[in-house]
């Protein structure tokens, strides 16, 4: 007569009861990584410095990216890294031709269609710009009646929408590089841009616009983003963001606060 695997004959029921959940979880796990690990997850990445870096001739880079990075090879998955301008990224996302990225919610080209890890991995802080005597906004509502420039495919956590709402009579001005939506605010094209911290910080240090000023309008959580169209999506999920957790703790990888 065959031996059996796991004979539970040689063990009583008190030493059964104190296996542990994470024990369990442990060993269900293992009948799902061959599947997992046989994915090639599609990394999603666009131009968005210094969190993600298109770098010309070279692969991409990016605070963000290497997060990504270290977490899928601490899992033992494999994956590749494909760029893509920020409208694209989000559609992928949306019909799962990208798997993974690192982002925000509200975004409503896969807002409903994605998983977010529970954790969150970082924040980037969104700034309003303006020059002279107009007023900085407070609320959202401050700027009706206003005219505002905004990068091309950014969501803002949903403001888009916001602007886009003909009720609140604000004329929105998209641009595809950030440049050009301060060179507009120089000309008094616009009273105002909305950017983020990072990329409006690396256009103004070389563009001088006399009497600028802004204010950090507000302060968006950042999350492991898998597109509900991967196979095995949740369990993807919470490999990488488990894998994350365990090179926090061993120092590997930290929290990226916004002022980074």
């Given amino acids: 007569m065959a031996t059996?695997?796991?004979?539970?004959?040689?063990?009583?029921?008190?030493f059964m009861s104190k296996i542990s959940f994470l024990t369990l979880l442990t060993f269900a796990l293992m009948f799902l990584s061959p599947v997992i690990k046989a994915q090639e997850i599609k990394v999603g990445t666009m131009e968005f410095p210094p969190y993600y870096l298109k770098n010309k001739g070279q692969p991409p880079s990016g605070i963000y990216l290497d997060v990504?990075?270290?977490?899928?090879?601490?899992?033992g998955l494999s994956y590749r890294v494909d760029y893509y301008p920020t409208k694209r990224l989000y559609l992928n996302?949306?019909?799962?031709?990208?798997?993974?990225?690192?982002?925000?919610?509200?975004?409503?080209e896969y807002d409903d269609k994605v998983f977010y890890s529970k954790t969150i991995i970082s924040q980037i802080q969104m700034?309003?710009?303006?020059?002279?005597d107009t007023p900085l906004p407070i609320t959202k509502e401050d700027i009706n009646g206003h005219k505002i420039s905004?990068?091309?495919g950014y969501g803002y956590g949903g403001l888009v929408n916001y602007f886009s709402d003909p009720n609140n009579n604000i004329e929105v001005a998209p641009t595809s590089e950030h440049l050009a939506s301060f060179q507009m605010l120089k000309k008094k094209r616009v009273d105002y841009v909305m950017n983020y911290k990072?990329?409006?910080?690396?256009?103004?240090k070389n563009l001088i616009i006399p009497q600028l000023k802004y204010t950090n309008f507000y302060?968006?959580?950042?999350?492991?983003?898998?597109?509900?169209?991967?196979?095995?999506?949740?369990?993807?999920l919470q490999k990488i963001e488990r894998a994350y957790?365990?090179?926090?703790?061993?120092?590997?990888l930290e929290y990226i606060e916004n002022n980074n």
């Fill in 4 to 14: 059996p695997l796991f004979d539970c004959r040689f063990y009583d029921i008190d």
């Fill in 150 to 152: 905004t990068m091309r």
């Fill in 68 to 75: 990504m990075k270290k977490s899928l090879e601490y899992a």
């Fill in 93 to 108: 996302l949306g019909s799962g031709q990208t798997d993974l990225y690192l982002g925000i919610k509200g975004s409503p």
């Fill in 245 to 252: 957790l365990d090179l926090v703790e061993l120092g590997e």
């Fill in 127 to 132: 700034r309003i710009y303006a020059t002279g």
């Fill in 198 to 204: 990072h990329p409006a910080e690396n256009v103004l």
């Fill in 219 to 236: 302060t968006i959580d950042v999350y492991f983003i898998v597109s509900k169209s991967t196979p095995s999506a949740f369990e993807v």
